[in-house]
């Protein structure tokens, strides 16, 4: 009784440790307010439970038993899956970098998260388990702390790593008291903490530590806050990011350098919700890792990579090779054509994509980034693209009323006169292709291009002034109002902002911030999405139109005037929306006022991707304590070296002890056990007619017999002959043997290998 209650001390007392060392450092990283000393009454209290459960064999199971039991009745009949569905998504929101959520539910995070951890903890201690699983927590730990850059809390994990050492130290002398290792252990722990937190460092393990680090938070963990493209970048939205119009004030410092074979629309940010004042994405700020296999489908989907279908392809489809080199500091937005097929990230650049089918890398662009996509380049006016787009409108679109219920939507206050406008004006088209083509001439050609604009009145919708009133303006006023006039004639469209690359004879184009720019995308059943750029360029012709839209009749004003290369007003978001289709005849000079509550577009930061924590780069002492850990395995294996336990043996009869142990590991790796009476010689017989080793074991199993059953003493020459077999039969281990060989040796403790054989 007196050993059993000893043993129960010594595994509380590494259970306590083990559990404040992870407790402490996790609460600590979600929190740090959260690293209160009260944390470890709960912590003591489950490990006493746990001991008393775990005195004797019945109360261990009854224990469990009533345990699940409450904990059933708890979820189901006490509110507590609502607690942890609660707690759950408090910390998936902490994960994702919003830190509103977690104060709210704090105390049933702190319990949950402690009992769950002590739990945790004192299985990982029992002397059956071996040191496996707390070497696994305290490596864990270690990670989360360096992938978090929480360096604050590695004070706190230090009771975890002296809790590993005694576990390894007891594991390798199972007869030692752990009061007696304490001592060794806190002064390793402490020497290890105190020596890297002094300094001593390597700056190029540093620097390949922390490029592990990054791309590790690249692809799993990428919550960092990003700046989204918008043409207020480029001297638009003079009025705020909360107002279309006003005069900008344009700059042609370079941007970027592009390849293209021909006049591609560079896409930046793609907004879908027109609100009267400006435009915002409301699609959702999610965002995927574009190399995920799991996500090619939605990828394909977004991106229009499987339209048209291949029996309907011509040549028109094939994929052109566009090359982006950036010449100045940009968002994080990557510009490219809108049917990305392949994307080539150059260097270390890490893409995700949105489902506003906006692509971006987890920093901001520098001088110097360099991407490269494969996309088929579309443009309205295309020779034969009219009658492609009307063969594939016979195919079927499973994502067709979808897109039509998103991008047909548009605010109530939109008044009578509008619709009637913009039916009259794609009257001169009649299938879809045709009545957008009519919408485009109809604004290039009757609408007046300038950047001298009066002031946007804010109670009055943007749209609407500029048909009926204004009828002049740059890229953002057509964008929107092709986009407006679209939904209301029932087809799907959205606004997007980017850059245009016009290249010269040898396909490169250098683009600056007079080429920003803003246009339409409208969406082609079984086709997909297709630009149309409204914005009148020399003389009304439009970048890349070879064939003559339709004439609808317009609002006669004063013709276009050829100014320098539009560009677009700033947005900070992603894409896509939708509008109902209404009705007939002419405008009124008056504008439709709107109301006064719309809310404002949140300025460049992408909604979604909040900080996720302290970015400070953490000073190394987890890298050093990693590498301890590491190096534990190699200095477990040398401990546990036969040759080195056998010459610290007392006697003969321990060495041979030692060596036969070892002729048995051996075995058992190669799947060769004892059958249960079966003697020492019989066994090394049956193993010599299996002829898996060519040295014999037989000779073995008679010295062994003739030595436990005879109570002889062991002589040097029968250890000898032990060592020897024991050497040759390691030479002829298979590989897979060998591995499970050395796993057991650095895992299992001597004792449990003596009683598994």
């Known amino acids: 009784m007196q050993e059993t209650v000893r043993t129960r001390l010594a595994h509380a007392l590494l259970s306590v440790l083990l559990s404040a060392g992870l407790v402490f450092p996790v609460l600590g990283i979600l ?43 708890w979820l189901t009949a006490a509110g507590g899956m609502i607690t942890v569905s609660d707690v759950a998504r408090a910390v998936s929101l902490r994960v994702a970098g919003i830190r509103s959520a977690l104060p709210l539910v704090a105390s049933q995070a702190i319990l949950l998260i402690t009992i769950l951890l002590t739990l945790v903890s004192c299985f990982a201690c029992l002397r059956s388990v071996s040191c496996f699983p707390a070497s ?72 390949k530590a922390d490029e592990l680090r990054q791309a590790v938070l690249d692809r799993l963990f990428f919550t960092e ?35 293209t074979p021909r006049t591609v629309y560079l896409r930046g ?12 994405n409301t699609t959702g700020g999610r965002r995927y890792l574009w190399q995920s296999a799991r ?25 052109a090779t566009v090359s982006v080199r950036m010449l100045s500091d940009s968002a994080s937005t990557l510009f490219t054509p809108q049917r990305v097929r392949v994307l080539q990230p150059g260097g270390e650049l890490v893409p995700y994509f949105s489902n506003a089918s906006e692509i971006f890398i987890t920093r901001n662009l520098q001088p110097g980034d360099s991407y490269a996509v494969s996309a088929p380049i579309f443009m309205a006016g295309d020779p034969g693209l009219g009658t492609l787009i009307e063969v594939c409108s016979t195919l079927e679109d499973s994502a067709y009323d979808r897109i039509a219920e998103t991008y047909t939507e548009l605010p109530s206050h939109l008044e009578q006169p509008v619709y009637e406008l913009a039916r009259e004006a794609a009257s001169a088209g009649s299938a879809p292709y045709d009545q957008a083509l009519a919408l485009q001439a109809f604004l290039s050609r009757g609408f007046r291009y300038t950047l001298d604009v009066d002031d946007q009145p804010e109670d009055v919708d943007f749209v609407t002034r500029f048909l009926l009133d204004a009828k002049e303006g740059y890229c953002t006023y057509f964008a929107s109002a092709m986009t407006v ?47 149309f750029d409204a914005t009148p360029r020399t003389g009304g012709d439009q970048p890349g139109s070879d064939e003559e839209p339709p004439t609808p009749s317009p609002d006669p004003e004063t013709p276009p005037e050829s100014e320098p290369d539009d560009t677009p007003t700033p947005e900070p978001e992603e894409p896509d929306t939708d509008d109902p289709t209404p009705s007939p005849d002419e405008p009124t000079p008056e504008a439709t006022p709107i109301p006064s509550d719309e809310p404002s577009q949140p300025p460049q930061q992408d909604p979604e991707t909040r900080p996720d924590q302290d970015t400070v780069s953490p000073s190394f002492p987890w890298l050093w304590l990693l590498l301890l850990l590491l190096l534990s395995l190699p200095a477990r294996i040398l401990m546990t070296s036969p040759g080195l336990r056998a010459a610290r043996a007392g006697s003969e009869d321990a060495r041979l002890d030692v060596w036969a142990q070892e002729i048995t590991d051996l075995l058992y ?16 017989r049956r193993v010599d007619r299996t002829g898996v080793f060519s040295v014999a074991i037989g000779p073995v199993g008679e010295c062994l017999s003739l030595i436990r059953y005879s109570r002889a003493e062991a002589q040097a020459t029968d250890t000898s002959l032990l060592q020897d077999t024991s050497i040759l039969l390691r030479a002829e281990l298979s590989r897979p043997a060998r591995l499970r060989y050395y796993f057991r040796r650095i895992f299992l403790p001597l004792s449990r290998r003596a009683k598994a054989q």
């Open 31 to 73: 929190e740090s307010s959260f690293i209160r000393p009260a944390v470890i009454v709960p912590v003591l209290v489950t490990v006493v439970l746990f001991e008393l459960a775990s005195l004797k064999r019945v109360t261990a199971i009854a224990s469990a038993a009533a345990c699940c039991a409450g904990v059933l009745f």
């Open 136 to 207: 696994f927590l305290c490596v864990g730990l270690i990670l989360l702390i360096y992938l978090t850059g929480s360096a604050s809390v590695i004070p706190w994990a230090l009771p975890a790593l002296a809790a590993l050492i005694l576990l390894l130290m007891i594991d390798r002398f199972p007869d030692t008291s752990v009061l007696h290792v304490i001592p060794w252990a806190a002064l390793l722990v402490i020497a290890a903490f105190l020596l890297t937190a002094g300094g001593v460092q390597d700056n190029s393990l540093q620097q």
């Open 225 to 259: 806050p990003r700046d989204v493209f918008s043409l207020s970048s480029e001297g638009y939205y003079p009025e705020g990011m909360d107002q279309l119009g006003g005069k900008p004030e344009p700059h042609d410092n370079p941007v970027m350098q592009v390849s």
């Open 269 to 280: 940010v793609v907004l879908n919700e027109y609100t009267g004042r400006n435009w915002r």
């Open 295 to 319: 996500l090619a489908s939605d990828r394909a989907m977004l991106f229009d990579q499987l339209l048209p279908a291949e029996t309907v392809r011509n040549a028109q489809c094939d994929p």
């Open 485 to 531: 006039l679209c939904r209301m004639v029932g087809l799907p469209a959205r606004y997007v902002e980017g850059y245009i690359a016009e290249p010269d004879e040898n396909g490169e184009a250098i683009v600056t911030g007079l080429s920003a720019h803003a246009w339409t995308e409208v969406y082609f059943k079984g086709f997909g999405w297709l630009t």
């Open 669 to 684: 790796a190669e799947g060769m056990t004892r059958r249960k009476n079966e003697s020492p010689m019989a066994f090394g």
